[in-house]
């Protein structure tokens, strides 16, 4: 998709979004894709395929930052992430299953090779982590150790099936875990129970905490 194509995208914002008629085999040709990418030379990211990925993702610049390290503090940062996981994200928003008056329409517009190597560039980003100050981060890690090591990893680099936090924005992180909290709509049900055993001051020294991490 040309630039001119992928700007023009912006409009989308401002119209509703039509139910989505998807090829039921869209997101394993995306995965299969991705696949394919993360054999490929090692996993490397080619300097062809990094720019195929920002020419097909030129969008997401706006508001993730060229490399995936979001221009802005209540935006998550991508780089990265856990490639299937990424992907994961972009189908549920492709399919319904998230919604979002941005995302939605816009990875709807996304045939699956384009899902899997914007998966695959963001993934192969390098974070960039936050300046903390010492005594924060030590109270943070002993409570993320507490209720969020399991899922996430002790290096807070998630997976496949559990987001990446090292590097994140603390504001974005922050504001998830009070969304957790106040869900009432059954989704995201385990992050919302552990997030209401947390204080405020939990939440900020948590977050604090894995904006440090590298």
Known sequence: ???????????VF??????????????????ARLRTYLAADGGRLTDELASAAR???????????????????????????????LLEQIERFASGERNDHIMT???????????????????????RPHAIEATLKERGEARYRQVCVA??????RGGERYARLASQHPEYLRRRLYQFQARTDGEGSVMTGIARTLSDEDISVIAAYLASLP
């Open 105 to 127: 329409p816009l990875a709807r517009q996304l045939a699956p090779d384009d899902r899997a190597l914007l998966a695959f560039y963001y993934a192969s980003q390098r974070p």
């Open 55 to 85: 020419d097909r993702g030129y969008f997401c610049v706006r508001c993730h930052g060229e490399t995936g390290v979001s221009r802005m503090p209540l935006v998550p940062n991508l780089a990265g992430q856990n490639a299937y996981y």
């Open 151 to 156: 899922c996430h990893g002790s290096d807070a």
């Open 14 to 31: 401002l119209l509703p979004v039509a139910p989505l008629e998807a090829s039921d085999t869209a997101p394993d040709e995306a995965r």
């Open 1 to 11: 998709m040309s630039r001119p194509g992928l700007l023009a995208l912006s409009f």
